[in-house]
């Protein structure tokens, strides 16, 4: 499934958040492949992705590891999916 995510960043820089984005790509290559990541400004990243397994996305979204992550960073999510018109 193509997807397309919002991230809202509120503690860190975009720089810091792409550091640990980027030290999770062993885990995310697991769910996801043929990943784009997107600055838009300082405070918000656009990653465009394709999951090939959904179940361990939200298994990974809800942890409370990620959770944990989130809170610290100030992170929020916003999950869309794509689709060819």
């Given at each position: ?20 984005f ?39 979204m ?22 060819k018109?």
């Amino acid at each position: 499934m193509n997807t397309l995510i919002i991230v809202k960043i509120s503690n860190v820089t975009y720089d810091e958040w792409k550091k640990k984005f980027d030290s999770d790509a062993e885990v995310q290559s697991k769910m996801m492949r043929n990943t784009l990541v997107g600055r838009v400004d300082e405070n918000t990243a656009m990653i465009s992705t394709e999951i090939f397994d959904q179940e361990m996305v939200g298994q990974f979204m809800t942890s409370d590891e990620f959770k944990k992550m989130e809170q610290e960073l100030g992170l929020s999510h916003e999950v869309y999916q794509l689709s060819k018109t």
